[in-house]
Each structure stands twice: as C-alpha cells, then as structure tokens.
Nanobody, 123 residues
Framework: QVQLVESGGGLVQAGGSLRLSCAASGRTFSANTMAWFRQVPGKEREFVASISWSGASTYYADSVKGRFTISRDNAKNTMYLQMNSLKPEDTAVYFC????????????????WGQGTQVTVSS
C-alpha cells in the first residue's frame, strides 16, 4: 500500500520554525489525500492539516491556521509541514497519515500512519 516516514522534528525556541517532511512510498501516494496529526501525552491525536493529491485543497485546524503551511511534491513522493511562529503548545509527536476512509479531521478516518517525529518548543 503506502509506507510513511516522518523527519524534521527537533527542539526549537518559541517563535522559531521547523519544516517536517513525510516521505511516502507506494503506488497510491500521488492519488490520495494526506494529513498531519499531532499527539501529546494523555490526549487523543489532534488534526493539524490535510492536503488533496493535487495540492489544490488544503484544510487547517484553527490552532495552526496562519502559522503552518501544508504542501506536497508528488514527484518526490513527499509531503511537508512548514511550521512558523512555534509555540510551546505545539509540542507534540507529529504523524503523517494516508488512506482516508472518512472525514479528514478525525484520526480514526486514517488507516496508514508514519512512526512520528517529536517536535519540542521551549519557552
């Protein structure tokens, strides 16, 4: 099907920026919607952003709108999340997701997940 590998996480100061990457392999990458989620201890996975196969349709959680930008490069089989003006509240493990079966905002709608990459924002 599809395999997903996130990278680009790390430790940054509040107000800084990071760019996450999700490298996908498999025949379905260029023909499927994908998304970013994040999760902190004790909480359910939270929707961050989604993008259609062409990149024409994007959708953001209110908490990140205006600060984060989702994009993809199908020629490179890679999806990105540009994270600017980072806040301590953005600290989480960030996951990329594929194989949509329902509404994009809900973690249970997605069948394929990467292993996650840690983002830590210090104050």
């Amino acid at each position: 099907q599809v395999q997903l590998v996130e990278s680009g996480g790390g430790l940054v100061q509040a107000g800084g920026s990071l760019r996450l990457s999700c490298a996908a392999s498999g025949r379905t990458f260029s023909a499927n919607t994908m998304a970013w989620f994040r999760q902190v201890p004790g909480k359910e996975r939270e929707f961050v952003a989604s993008i259609s196969w062409s990149g024409a349709s994007t959708y953001y959680a209110d908490s990140v709108k205006g600060r984060f930008t989702i994009s993809r490069d199908n020629a490179k089989n890679t999806m990105y999340l540009q994270m600017n003006s980072l806040k301590p509240e953005d600290t989480a493990v960030y996951f990329c997701a594929a194989d949509l079966t329902g509404q994009v905002k809900y973690w249970s709608s997605w069948r394929q997940w990467g292993q996650g990459t840690q983002v830590t924002v210090s104050s």
